[in-house]
């Protein structure tokens, strides 16, 4: 889960020689893993009211916002560095803002929730696992590139791990009882969205300053 979206090379490169998605291939498989990431994120949205779980909850946001930064990426390819890493910024910026929300919601449900229905949690886990394996398995090819294709590959890997987490808690909620494993992995879950906003952010910016420089 997204944990998404966070470029996963240094900044110590020429960010003009990366690849920038503009290929026929790489469109259509943008074009699949968004439309599996918006399917699932329909599914966790109802699966979180019904199980009464936050990391539910915030897996489903950050499969919206995987949607999103798949559209996002598919019509920023081709447009110009500047535009892409603008885009890029946006990206991060917006997960930012995601991820103090599931922070702040998690601390609110620590003194008011109750604790979530684990079936459904875990198998809900388990099937987001499974789409977000599979659209890791497409993307892996382009695993590199600038920061507007980086994150797109980020997105998806993170989210795996967030599957993971969201299975675990189901497990440590089903043996305890307890709301507090939900909890713990949605602040994990908002931990990852702001950690990868941070890295989306500096290096969109590291590339608006290089365009800048390229244009002047």
Not at 30 to 49: D, K, P, Q, S, Y
Not at 164 to 175: D, M, R, T
Request: neutral net charge; contains cysteine; proline residues 3%.
């Amino acid at each position: 889960m997204s944990g998404c979206c966070g470029p996963s090379h240094d900044h110590g490169h020429d960010h003009g020689s990366a690849f920038d998605g503009a290929s026929p291939a790489y469109r259509r498989v943008l074009l699949i893993v968004l439309a599996i990431n918006a399917a699932m994120f329909a599914v966790e949205v109802a699966a979180g009211a019904i199980a009464g779980s936050l990391a539910l909850y915030a897996d489903s946001v950050d499969f919206a916002m995987d949607a999103a930064t798949y559209g996002l990426s598919f019509w920023a390819i081709g447009r110009a560095a500047e535009t892409r890493a603008r885009v890029a910024l946006f990206k991060g910026a917006s997960l930012g803002v995601i991820g103090t929300a599931v922070l702040l919601m998690a601390l609110w449900r620590l003194y008011s929730g109750a604790p979530p229905e684990p079936i459904t949690m875990g198998a809900i886990g388990l099937l987001a696992l499974a789409a977000n394996v599979i659209s890791a398995v497409l993307l892996f090819r382009w695993r590199d590139g600038d920061a507007n294709v980086a994150s797109v590959w980020q997105c998806t890997r993170n989210d795996a791990i967030g599957n993971v987490l969201v299975v675990l808690a189901a497990v440590g909620v089903f043996g305890t009882g307890s709301a507090l494993p939900d909890l713990i992995v949605a602040s994990l879950m908002a931990a990852l969205f702001l950690n990868s906003a941070f890295r989306i952010i500096r290096q969109a910016r590291g590339e608006l300053r290089s365009a800048a420089v390229q244009a002047g």
